[in-house]
């Protein structure tokens, strides 16, 4: 059988933001690809470039500041290559988001389920009765009580949670091939948390779309994630599978974030912390930007860029002594 070709390609993805005063490298070279039906998740500290990693995907940076090199195709797709038609098409038809905070995504001023219609009337041709009909059938999909009632909602009238419903129904409108999920579950309490990210994983199976999930918790990779790629500095400093990530980390940023989780942890022990900060993306130290901060550091780290070594399939690490610490973990 002919190999089915992955549904997302990103190749040395380099965003700058350029401003007057200084030029940011956000994003460094990233490069991955995914599967049709696969869960990816982006994991890192705030800063690590995974949110504008996202929005490049979707072009949605500011186009007068941004700088955006690289190859980025979805569904056979150039990206970058789309003119505002294309990008229209794509937004929404191919590859749809959810937004780290959606009361500022929606339109405040306009109900819910008409936002969602216009989704529907935009990139299917439908009437926005159909279109409100869609809406009402995605609020039962992802379980808003009195969903008909919550259509003639306007954004402020729902709490947070029901918000994150609804903007995952948005998304889920046009039945995305690809989803992007930028720490949706962020600003919820931690019971409903978990009701959306069970939701979401639901979602993904039943509907069979490959979705991108961004988060700084390793709990929630944990429970939905496939792969997981860590970011840092704006570079994949490892990925893998979810249980070669999670259970034995070759880059030391991963094993330190691993570390400083409360799970598994005696409740009398102090937490372990990662000394130091992110580096500053306007100066960018040279050598591996992770070397200030590593308790593993030797002299080459400082010298030069570590390249990225592929200790077994699917598996990557940009650390100089990665094959060491595979070696000590066997």
């Not at 937004?99 to 926005?128: C, N, Y």
């Not at 077994?312 to 990665?322: D, H, N, Q, T, V």
Request: hydrophobic letters at 45%; one cysteine or more.
């Amino acid at each position: 059988m002919p190999e089915t070709p992955p549904l997302v390609e990103v190749e040395d993805l380099t965003v700058r933001f350029v401003t007057r005063e200084s030029t940011v490298s956000a994003v460094n070279g990233v490069s991955f690809s995914m599967a049709p039906g696969e869960v990816l998740c982006m994991l890192g500290e705030s800063g690590s470039g995974k949110s504008v990693t996202m929005r490049a995907l979707m072009r949605l940076l500011p186009p007068r500041r941004s700088r955006i090199e690289g190859r980025i195709r979805i569904a056979g797709q150039d990206v970058l290559a789309l003119d505002e038609a294309g990008l229209r098409r794509l937004r929404g038809g191919i590859a749809a988001m959810i937004f780290q905070e959606p009361m500022t995504a929606f339109d405040p001023v306009m109900r819910v389920g008409d936002q969602i219609a216009e989704v529907v009337a935009l990139h299917r041709g439908a009437s926005h009765a159909a279109g409100r009909r869609r809406a009402l059938e995605l609020f039962d999909l992802v379980r808003i009580p009195s969903a008909q009632r919550r259509l003639d909602a306007y954004p402020h009238e729902l709490s947070g949670g029901l918000r994150q419903r609804a903007m995952i129904a948005m998304a889920l409108s046009c039945e995305p091939s690809l989803l992007l999920a930028d720490e949706p579950t962020t600003a919820l309490d931690a019971t409903v948390q978990i009701q959306v990210l069970i939701l979401l994983r639901k979602l993904q199976r039943e509907l069979g779309m490959s979705v991108i999930f961004v988060t700084h918790d390793l709990g929630v990779a944990a429970e939905i994630a496939d792969r997981v790629a860590v970011m840092y500095a704006g570079r994949v400093v490892e990925s893998g599978t979810v249980r070669q990530v999670l259970r034995t980390p070759l880059h030391p940023y991963t094993a330190g974030l691993l570390a400083s989780t409360v799970h598994d942890q005696p409740p009398d022990q102090l937490l372990s912390t990662i000394p130091g900060a992110p580096p500053d993306l306007r100066a960018l130290p040279p050598g591996c930007s992770f070397a200030p901060r590593c308790p593993r550091t030797i002299s080459d780290c400082t010298l030069r860029a570590p390249e990225a070594v592929q200790p077994a399939p699917g598996r990557l690490a940009r650390c100089i002594r990665a094959q060491e610490t595979l070696l000590e973990t066997a």
